[in-house]
């Protein structure tokens, strides 16, 4: 049994329970032992370009005190990912990076859910980085912050925001744009009749693949 340590780079410890719960799937069925945290000095939600850089030192932080065969960093904008992967010899996924993985699989121009509209030009640019913004259907926000998010059950904005993105964008696969949104996959699913991908699932299950499939890591 190998240990995967999935980190929220926010401090919000409700985040980090919403994530156990969606991962219940997961987890049920890995032989892994999959253990989270959230970051205590992060701020509790991770909005802006300047949040996703004043993570980036805490999580490379946790990785140096918290030794784990491979590593999951549970949030959509995937915080100094080539700079966490330099730092440690051992698997790192972004959930965003296996969020778009997964929907390349699943459809052929996918939709993101986002949190707020400053995620969106940052989404953007990661696609283009990754060469499959042409995937790309849409990107609607659903302008709200984390405590917002965390203390609202908000089902029906984020199904009138898929819907959008079905009936006027064109995507036929959803992706729930921020690691605290996972909990409205299943009435997403059944109000839309598409794929819902939750980021968080996507990012856990493929560190059990590589970890299962054993992959050979680049040296450093």
Same mark, same amino acid.
């Given at each position: 049994?190998?240990?995967?340590?999935?980190? $929220?780079? $926010? *401090?919000?410890?409700?985040?980090?329970?919403?994530?156990?719960?969606?991962? *219940?799937?997961?987890?049920?069925?890995?032989?892994?032992?999959?253990?989270?945290?959230?970051?205590?000095?992060?701020?509790?939600?991770?909005?802006? $370009?300047?949040?996703?850089?004043?993570?980036?030192?805490?999580?490379?932080?946790?990785?140096?005190?918290?030794?784990?065969?491979?590593?999951?960093?549970?949030?959509?904008?995937?915080?100094?990912?080539?700079?966490?992967?330099?730092?440690?010899?051992?698997?790192?996924?972004?959930?965003?990076?296996?969020?778009?993985?997964?929907?390349?699989?699943?459809?052929?121009?996918?939709?993101?859910?986002?949190?707020?509209?400053?995620?969106?030009?940052?989404?953007?640019?990661?696609?283009?980085?990754?060469?499959?913004?042409?995937?790309?259907?849409?990107?609607?926000?659903?302008?709200?912050?984390?405590?917002?998010?965390?203390?609202?059950?908000?089902?029906?904005?984020?199904?009138?925001?898929?819907?959008?993105?079905?009936?006027?964008?064109?995507?036929?696969?959803?992706?729930?744009?921020?690691?605290?949104?996972?909990?409205?996959?299943?009435?997403?699913?059944?109000?839309?009749?598409?794929?819902?991908?939750?980021?968080?699932?996507?990012?856990?299950?493929?560190?059990?693949?590589?970890?299962?499939?054993?992959?050979?890591?680049?040296?450093?």
């Amino acid at each position: 049994m190998a240990s995967i340590l999935v980190i $929220n780079p $926010n *401090s919000s410890p409700s985040v980090t329970r919403s994530m156990q719960d969606c991962l *219940s799937i997961v987890t049920g069925n890995s032989r892994h032992d999959i253990k989270l945290t959230e970051l205590a000095k992060s701020p509790p939600g991770i909005e802006t $370009n300047a949040h996703v850089e004043m993570v980036i030192p805490n999580i490379i932080e946790r990785i140096g005190e918290h030794q784990a065969d491979a590593y999951v960093l549970s949030c959509f904008s995937d915080p100094g990912i080539e700079q966490v992967r330099a730092a440690t010899s051992r698997p790192v996924i972004g959930i965003a990076e296996a969020a778009y993985l997964a929907a390349l699989g699943l459809g052929q121009h996918f939709g993101i859910v986002s949190l707020g509209p400053s995620s969106i030009e940052r989404h953007l640019h990661y696609l283009k980085t990754l060469r499959i913004d042409g995937r790309l259907a849409g990107d609607r926000s659903i302008d709200m912050t984390i405590p917002q998010l965390m203390a609202t059950d908000v089902v029906e904005t984020v199904v009138r925001t898929g819907r959008k993105l079905r009936d006027e964008d064109g995507a036929d696969v959803v992706i729930l744009g921020c690691a605290g949104l996972g909990s409205y996959r299943a009435a997403m699913e059944e109000a839309l009749g598409l794929p819902i991908v939750d980021p968080v699932q996507a990012g856990v299950a493929l560190a059990c693949t590589t970890l299962d499939l054993q992959y050979r890591m680049k040296a450093h």
